[in-house]
């Protein structure tokens, strides 16, 4: 690795890190060479672990030392000049606003997305998230997918960014374990009619995270699960989709859906946040 000694925030080379926003990251010739902010050693090794190749790292003092087995494996696998910028902790908080707990960020090269049919050619059950805006809920979302073995996760044009720095930092990395692109992201495309067509085209029975009249409960979509394969109930493919927060999932989408599924409160509570409701559903549907 190259260390180098970082003096003042106003070094062109840092720019990535404190000049430029997580959508001017994501669009900089995207895919080929957008980038995107790993934060934390643990998300920095899993993107490591998942092949995702670095352009650099800017690091706090204190953790140069015990991170020499991550940058010796990026030494080995992309070379030895990958620039390792070292920060006193004062500077680098004036970078993320706050003060890091694992001391670590790397700027990360972006890949080519996989297309929804290669995605989702061998999955049983995945998971789709319409407009979550809300990063942490994206995050925690991809930690319950990976955690609870969903095949793939697909999100809408809307949707937040999976790779968004704080995203990333909340599902511990788990964003790079668990397969996952976006639906209609095709020139023309629109979500939800033409991602509908397309999940029933690769034979998935969607169900609705939704409150409605018609909405049958959790526990029934699991007897549908388990039901017999010859059973007209059987449910062989399940995509579950999630909408955004208050507002829900779209009235077009609960239209198109096959199902609305509900899970049963009490309390006088009508719903779980959806990193909530997402895990039980996980859950609930497992294998």
């Not at 000049?19 to 490591?48: C, D, M, W, Y």
């Amino acid at each position: 690795m190259q260390f180098i000694t970082l003096m003042d925030l106003d070094d062109d080379r840092v720019t990535a890190y404190t000049h430029l926003t997580e959508l001017q990251l994501r669009n900089r010739l995207e895919p080929s060479k957008g980038l995107f902010i790993a934060e934390s050693e643990k998300v920095i090794v899993r993107a490591l672990a998942a092949g995702v190749r670095p352009l650099s790292f800017l690091v706090e003092e204190p953790w140069i030392e015990g991170m020499a087995d991550t940058f010796a494996e990026v030494d080995a696998r992309w070379g030895k000049d990958i620039p390792v910028f070292v920060a006193k902790p004062e500077l680098l908080k004036r970078i993320t606003g706050y003060r890091l707990h694992r001391g670590a960020l790397s700027a990360m090269h972006r890949w080519t997305l996989p297309t929804v049919e290669d995605i989702c050619a061998d999955a049983s059950r995945i998971a789709i998230l319409e407009n979550i805006v809300d990063h942490t809920n994206v995050g925690a979302l991809m930690r319950s997918a990976a955690a609870l073995n969903v095949d793939a996760v697909l999100v809408t044009p809307s949707c937040g960014d999976p790779l968004y720095r704080r995203a990333a930092r909340v599902s511990m990395g788990t964003v790079f374990q668990v397969p996952w692109t976006r639906i209609c992201d095709g020139e023309g495309e629109r979500w939800p009619g033409d991602g509908m067509a397309e999940l029933r085209k690769l034979g998935f029975t969607t169900a609705s995270m939704a409150l409605s009249d018609d909405s049958i409960s959790l526990d029934e979509l699991v007897g549908r699960l388990s039901s017999p394969s010859d059973s007209p109930r059987h449910i062989a493919r399940l995509a579950l989709i999630f909408g955004t927060e208050g507002d829900g999932l779209s009235h077009r989408t609960i239209a198109e859906s096959d199902m609305t599924v509900k899970i049963p409160m009490s309390g006088g509570v009508d719903s779980l946040n959806v990193a909530a409701s997402s895990a039980v559903a996980f859950w609930a549907t497992r294998k």
